[in-house]
């Protein structure tokens, strides 16, 4: 039993920061309809930026996160603008191509640039653990999953209380309409993708300490940032947060009570089976984004 | 750590320089015979390009002190350097490359086991001798390809020399968790077997992926189990994690790591006082040069890593790609010529002091086409308030 | 005109071990073009049906296992105390397994994927790829997983009157690989302007209107994945045999995006596109090696992919194609169709 509260806690802190990375790739792809290839890198990018700004600029950690945030929206911003914008109606998969091509420079760009020696951030947390009973669970990993609970009631309240929200919501329903009502689809879908990306970049800020840093190490958040997509319904926010706990819960009980070597299947099953019974994922009312 | 960051783009950048002048010499169709060539098929981008680098600057080392006493057969040793993209079929055409457009009379490489396993059959193709430095595979030496040499070991070798040390530690009963791969499934199967026979229960085996990070269902399983001791076979990025995270669930069981990818110095600085109590069966002491089997070498290795202004972490790793290279080097000076075929039957009769034993090449696979297999030896050292010891039996 | 650019082409080919001798070039020139073969092979979901599959590799991989093993043999267990023994088979038998097994993978996929489409397609042929590749790491016993199959057999083709060939060498490979690659192009070329062709890109174009005159959605897709991925497991089981040796790393994502780079560069929908985007990105790293760091290969070669994407949008040989055919075969041209976001949305 304890062993079960154990992989509960496990997946609750789990499942935080995989609805990050589940949100602002479901923003992306639901309303611009891009294959985002580039999410891992941004994931990646974010990581990077806590290890530069607290080790070789000596920032504090917790002002650290918040310059994560804003890197990410940054890049993911000129993403847009310069590889995005000028493609604007090509085929999906031509955009597609070119999320690749860039996902593929710039991975090797940070190879290039720190190498391939994993590199770790130190936290002001302490070491020990927080023990409850039977289960245990580092200060460290409370704080991640406290952080991106904020983040996306941050991105919930953007989405669907604010005019740029509404706007968004807009243009993920119909585009021309939303066009022909006055909003400016492009400033749109600059600013869709860049909040995607700084959501991406604020999960990897916030699991880079918690994990340790390479360049690789986004290939497999957008792996399953792709699952909790299809979980969560196209666009759809709660579908994403739900999403992600519910992968991180079949990840932590797959790898506990079936085999651990299977442990990064259980997303894709649950891929599978969901798009054999419910194509639109889990959640209905998943033609709106919020 | 911005002088290795410059260091590192000043050494790649002036790769540019020899790399043109060979191509210019090759398309010139001159017959370059002033240096005697080993290749190198090795991993510098891809999954594997940490360890892959430490490798080629441990060889460049072995090159450099070569060269500063006369090169080989009085001409300059010089390496081909190439990267197989941690990918097996770039791996086998690299050294297709090597072979035939550089001409390299023998080869080292190519660090992972798939990697060497790929390249394996254009040995037998071109009849080309190559020292596998780092690949653990069983498959590697016993499936009848007299071209390999290894002096790495494959786990059933560190099995055997755990052998030894097993009995004093006292294990009742043990769980694996080993990386899904060759190098740990078959640390799993080798060392299970060893302890069987010495009445040791095995408990669980868990794997984890090769990039998987979060390790923490498994922990949570073995954390239950009435194992005491854990045995643990990956590199060294998801050792750092499974301490962090075994610390973090209080997991309190023996841990003893194997494998010899471990570089403790990296995971004391990035686990901190999770590593502590953890054990490490390792194949090099950098640490206590007097305890190798050749301390002047060693000492000379790791001053020069050290000038180099290398990560003294990586140190584990890199001393494979050092002895590789001289491996090779004290074959071709035997042999008499740079020509795969004198090569080859050198190595058999080659005795030369590595940094972690001898190496001598005994017979391994089927008859009649033997590969070559050294017996490095094998030490257990313990982490301890961030310091690392030999453990005392 | 095309019949005689192509019959060109395959002479072209066909004469290049007569003068190229350098046997770092054949085998990459072997190596991408089996990855060609792929590559056609995904052209056909891609370019002709529309369907964004980015699990494709799956069928290759499948494709080099079901030929190693029948090659090799095996010996495993199955629930119920079920034990199969096989007992080594020739290489060429397991050429043809492949095909049947991987087209039969892909009749499943088909049914599978096909009730969703655009981006969820997308998905779930990613996910499928991935399990794939997760069941050949961790069924041992059939697959060695990560300890590899090695020591596979060359392909032996048995020659009537003149006995065994086995094709071990550079030049035997070179043409086995290009006579696949010929047949290939022919099969697709010949299925494509056929009434199934057309009713493939029909669908592409509009589905609602293909459907009203009476083309079965699902039967098409599926057929064409079927076709698509037995190709595929061709292409696998050539590399089985010429490489040798195969682990689950041949399921790498890298190797699914290898082939969809040398499609959508050279032109998704176009017959020669694959052929031309091949030579194009297989051939690239091998120009790239001597005069560039390892790292900054990878910049270059995505940066050359950003590059072309911009320049030539619809792949470089229908861009070529639009500007040097005659005003009434450039409206012949099968032109890629925009997935419309419209269309997208309503099938999500």
């Known amino acids: ?290 | 750590m911005n002088s290795v960051r410059l260091e590192n783009h000043m050494i790649r950048t002036f790769r540019l320089v020899p790399t043109i002048a060979l191509a210019v010499a090759l398309l010139g169709g001159a017959a370059y015979a002033q240096t005697i060539k080993i290749g190198v098929n090795e991993p510098l981008t891809g999954a594997f390009a940490a360890s892959g680098t430490y490798v080629v600057n441990g060889a460049k080392i072995a090159a450099d002190e070569i060269n500063a006493k006369g090169g080989i057969l009085g001409k300059k040793l010089e390496l081909v350097i190439e990267d197989n993209k941690s990918n097996p079929t770039e791996a086998a055409a690299v050294a297709e490359k090597l072979i035939t457009s550089d001409k390299v009379p023998v080869l080292m490489g190519a660090w992972g086991s798939s990697l060497t396993l790929a390249v394996m059959p254009k040995l037998m193709e071109y009849e080309t001798p190559m020292v596998v430095e780092t690949s653990s595979s069983g498959k590697i030496t016993t499936t009848g390809n007299p071209y390999i040499f290894r002096i790495s070991p494959p786990s059933a070798i560190e099995a055997a020399a755990f052998k030894g040390i097993v009995d004093k530690l006292e294990l009742k009963k043990v769980d694996f968790l080993v990386i899904n791969n060759d190098w740990g499934r078959g640390t799993a199967e080798d060392f299970s077997k060893m302890m069987k026979e010495k009445g040791i229960t095995v408990g669980a085996v868990e794997t984890m992926d090769q990039g998987a990070q979060d390790m923490s269902a498994q922990l949570s399983k073995l954390k239950g189990t009435d194992s005491e001791t854990i045995i643990v076979t990956t590199a060294v990025d998801q050792l750092t994690l499974i301490f962090k995270q075994a610390a973090a669930l209080g997991l309190k069981k023996r841990i003893i790591t194997t494998g010899g990818s471990q570089n403790p110095d990296q995971i004391i600085a990035q686990a901190g006082a999770a590593a502590n109590g953890t054990m490490h069966l390792t194949t090099f002491l950098p640490w206590f040069p007097d305890k190798t089997p050749n301390p002047e070498a060693t000492n000379y290795f790791i001053a020069e890593w050290k000038k180099r202004g290398f990560d003294f972490a990586g140190c584990t790793e890199s001393f494979r790609g050092y002895d590789g290279i001289r491996t090779a080097a004290a074959a071709i000076e035997k042999a008499g010529k740079a020509e795969p075929a004198a090569i080859k039957a050198a190595l058999w009769d080659i005795n030369i002091k590595g940094l972690n034993g001898d190496i001598v090449f005994r017979k391994s696979g089927p008859e009649g086409k033997e590969s070559g297999q050294s017996q490095p030896n094998v030490y257990l050292i313990e982490i301890t308030d961030g310091k690392i010891g030999m453990k005392t039996l | 005109m095309r019949a005689g650019v192509a019959i060109l082409a395959i002479v072209a080919f066909a004469s290049v071990p007569l003068w190229l001798r350098d046997p770092y070039l054949m085998n990459a020139l072997i190596t991408t073009g089996i990855f060609i073969i792929g590559a056609m092979s995904l052209n056909l979901l891609l370019g002709f049906t529309g369907q964004l599959s980015l699990g494709h590799i799956a069928f290759f991989g499948i494709g080099a296992y079901v030929s190693a093993l029948t090659s090799l043999g095996f010996d495993v267990g199955l629930p119920f105390g079920l034990r199969i023994v096989h007992v080594p088979w020739p290489p060429i038998v397991g050429f043809v397994l492949a095909i049947v097994v991987a087209g039969l993978c892909g009749y499943l996929v088909g049914l599978l994927s096909f009730r969703v489409r655009g981006a969820y397609f997308v998905i779930v042929t990613i996910s499928f790829a991935e399990v794939v590749r997760l069941v050949a790491l961790n069924w041992v016993e059939l697959t060695q997983g990560p300890l590899a199959l090695t020591n596979i057999p060359s392909i032996t083709v048995g020659l009537p009157g003149l006995g065994d060939l086995t094709l071990r060498t550079k030049l035997q490979n070179y043409y086995l690989v290009l006579s696949v690659a010929v047949v290939t192009y022919l099969l697709i070329s010949r299925l494509v302007h056929s009434h199934f062709g057309r009713a493939m890109r029909g669908l592409m174009e509009n589905e609602t209107l293909a459907v009203s005159v009476g083309i079965d959605v699902t039967k098409t897709l599926t057929l064409a994945a079927v076709i698509s991925a037995g190709i595929a497991g061709a292409a696998g089981s050539l590399y089985a045999h010429y490489i040798r040796i195969i682990d689950p790393e041949v399921f790498a994502f890298i190797n699914t995006v290898t082939m969809v780079i040398m499609v959508i560069t050279g032109g998704k929908g176009s017959l020669a596109g694959p052929v031309v985007g091949g030579m194009i990105f297989g051939l690239l790293p091998v120009f790239l090696r001597p005069i560039m760091a390892p790292e900054a290969q990878w910049i270059a070669y995505g940066g050359v992919l950003i590059v072309i994407l911009f320049v030539l949008p619809r792949g470089i040989v229908p861009s070529l194609a639009l500007r040097f055919a005659k005003p009434r075969t450039r409206a012949e041209t099968v032109a890629p169709v925009a997935f419309s976001e419209r269309d997208a949305k309503e099938h999500a």
Not at chain 1, 83 to 91: A, H, N, Q, Y
């Open chain 1, 1 to 290: 039993m304890s062993e079960f509260l154990q992989h509960l806690i496990n997946m609750l802190v789990l499942g935080g920061t995989y609805a990050l990375l589940g949100i602002g790739l479901t923003l992306i792809f639901g309303i611009m309809n891009v294959v985002n290839f580039t999410h891992g890198v941004l994931y990646t990018f974010g990581a990077y930026i806590m290890f530069i700004v607290v080790h070789q600029l000596g920032v504090n950690f917790f002002l650290a996160l918040p310059l994560a945030v804003v890197a990410g929206w940054l890049l993911g911003a000129a993403i847009e603008l310069t590889l995005l914008r000028p493609l604007r109606g090509s085929d999906i998969d031509t955009t597609m191509l070119v999320m690749i091509g860039a996902w593929i420079a710039m991975q090797s760009g940070a190879l290039w640039i720190w190498g391939g020696v994993a590199k770790s951030v130190t936290t002001p947390f302490p070491e020990a653990p927080l023990v409850l009973g039977p289960v245990s669970v580092s200060w460290l990993r409370l704080f991640v999953l406290a952080a991106a609970a904020m983040l996306i009631v941050v991105t919930y309240l953007l989405i669907n209380k604010t005019k740029l929200g509404c706007a968004m919501r807009a243009t993920f329903q119909d585009r021309d309409t939303a066009s022909l009502m006055g909003v400016n689809v492009d400033l749109i879908y600059t600013s869709t993708f860049a909040i995607g990306s700084s959501l991406a970049a604020a999960a990897g800020a916030l699991l880079g300490p918690v994990y340790v840093i390479f360049p690789q190490m986004g290939d497999l958040a957008a792996v399953k940032a792709f699952a909790i997509v299809i979980l969560g319904g196209l666009g759809n926010i709660t579908g994403a947060v739900i999403g992600g706990f519910i992968l991180a819960l079949a990840e932590e009980l797959g790898a506990g009570y079936v085999s651990s070597g299977y442990r990064d299947a259980m997303g894709f099953l649950i891929i599978i089976a969901v798009l054999i019974f419910k194509p639109t994922g889990l959640f209905a009312r998943s033609e709106r984004v919020g």
